[in-house]
């Protein structure tokens, strides 16, 4: 009888034992879909009133040596921008500089044009779209999105 207690206990952990496929948190996701492969902008939009409709697309007009450049977005928080073939004036081939995902993984932080704090409206594994308020002129406010696939 001293080995009842250990069977009921024993038989209890085998049948909580079930075949479902393991829940894979969302933080490790993330993780994965940023740090696999990497990214290119695809799209730069203006919303000046902050209504939700974007008012203006400067994507098509930017110059090339902007769409080109590929971001790496690597384990170790850090990022390496990696100029195209048509290298901006001025620009380095290769920089790199921090990142990190803050507020729950709801944001991202990093240095593109400075730093950049940029809400996570979609991460997927051939999307990223980044949203961000971003004062202009004195006292006026817009929110702009960046769009990034894969090339």
Known sequence: MKLAPLIVLLSLALLSCTDDPIDIPEVTIKLEELTTGSWK???YM???DQDGVFDEDLYPGWETCYKDNLYTFQLNDSMIKEEGPFRCIGEVQTQTAPWSFIDNQTRLQ???FGLYDQHI???SPTTMRLKSEVTYGLFSK????LTFGKP
């Open 110 to 112: 990093w240095l593109i």
């Open 121 to 123: 409206e979609e991460l």
């Open 46 to 48: 203006r919303d000046y």
């Open 41 to 43: 902008f695809t799209g």
């Open 142 to 145: 817009m929110d702009v999105e």
